[in-house]
RNA sequence: GGCGACGUGGCCGAGUGGUUAGGCAGAGGCCUGCAAAGCCUUGCACAGGGGUUCGAUUCCCCUCGUCGCCUCCA
């Protein structure tokens, strides 16, 4: 079984599911106010990895991952643009997920939208209103934090730790709150904002209302693993789980949360203005870059992200493709029934099982590669290597990293080019040779020598 | 002020009380007609000062420095 940190309890705890072999997960979801910027991208493949670990290891995995469709910022921007908010969350929702699609981040099994539950949120509310846990003030419906049990477990403070600092913020709805931590559920709107009915008055949800509602209703009381950002375990997570504590339901059972990516030591944030979008790293560079960056650091750690940290891990990805290549030279009958390596396969399983420890795993992924290189050049006919590769390719897999072995297309005109320069060293005429390769390089691509003659890729 | 994390070789980034993390970049070699790819070899690394120990980068204490959260934030 997989052992996972777990931030309420502030300790790696085995993951129990309420099901044998089946895990329910709930990762928080973006804002769609923007484009998605780097740090989004690292808890989307923190947690697609693990799901894909959790599916391959034969766990059936329910994930669920909101869209939060609704939200001041969006309002905000969209006055700002001056358009319809409900387009502009759309449009961003679509960036989300081409982005998402790039970087290989498996869709969710569900992902419920604010704006489809705000009458579910009402009820929750009215819930919270009879169990004396939230009362209406002239602005909006707060909950009473201090009616709930253990508040503070994932922000591991105390209220009145919390209370003693807290610098200079402006405490949202202060004057008509019972306890300046106390959060809106329900927020009255203005003149001219979106409005949904309720009996309190018309108005929107507030934030942290509906993952409660949302991830309650998809994966159902005392769901297994309730994930997000470091940034989320308070406010947001811990305000979750306040709502369920004050209705008496069971919530997540383990709380995961991962850490930031970071540029020149300080968290990558929409605030300080220091982001580079999801969309700019694709167009920039080959997005499988990010995973592998992902990979090789450990997901509660920060991990430093710009642009030379990108550009070597695509030299990094340049190895695995090689071998990719390699090995789809190889004739299919000599690996044909090769089983994984089961040494390989167990050390993969240990490190993932053990608080997901990818470093290691990508550290025995280029050991692989490696192993077979050597193996290959030894001139082994398949059957040590076999295993190698086949373990090779399932750990890949299993992570989500995809490596490249196919032949590029290559138009004619460069393909004559290789013919002719195979001629040339055939007849040892090797200025003639260079000369075919330097035109093929000019166009863009490589030609690299090999037992059936000039192999060409793209550069 | 409270709570928490961290300081590893040119860069990124794991880990451990005594044995190679890994990647990128660099150097040398093998292979190659020359290359490329691949393989081999290689790099006073663990902020500073004490302490515990046969032995500490790893445990304890102190100092310095950095960062995060304390209701915008993945």
Redesign the pocket.
Known sequence: MIRLYDTAL?AVTPLETREAGKVSMYV?G??VYGPP????G??SLVFDILRRYLLWSGSEVSYVSNITDIDD?ILQRATQEGRDWTELAREYEQIWYSAMDAIGVMRPDHDPHATQYVEQMVQLISDLIHKNAAYVTPDGVYLS?EQVDGYGLL???SLD???????D????GEGH?H?????VLWKFAKPGEPAWPSPWGEGRPG?HTECVVMSLDLLGDGFDLHG?????????HE?ERAQAVALGRSFAGHWM??????VG????????NNFTTLVDLIEAHDPRAYR??VL???YR??????D??I???E??L??LD??A??VAQIDPAELAGAEPDTQAMRAFQEQMNNDL?T??T??Q???L??DI??A??AGDGGRIVGPLIAAWQQILEAVGLEVFGHADQVPEEILALAAR?DQA?EA?E??T??AL?DQIHAAGW?????PTGTQVRLA
């Open positions: 502030s928080c973006p804002t910027h780097l740090g989004h690292r808890f910022k934090v922000a591991r403070q730790e919390m209370m003693t600092g807290g610098g913020r402006v405490i949202v709150k306890h300046p931590a106390d959060f934030w997000g950002g470091m940034d989320l375990a308070f406010p947001h305000n949360h991962n850490g930031f990516v970071e030591g300080e968290k990558m944030s929409k605030s300080l592998l960056v090789g650091s450990h750690s920060p991990v430093e992200v710009t030379s940290t550009v070597a891990a030299n990094a340049d190895r090689s071998l290549r390699r420890d470093p290691a990508s550290a992924i280029f050991g590669v490696t290189n050597r290959l050049d320069r060293r040892k090797w200025a040779a260079d390769r490589l030609a690299e020598d090999s």
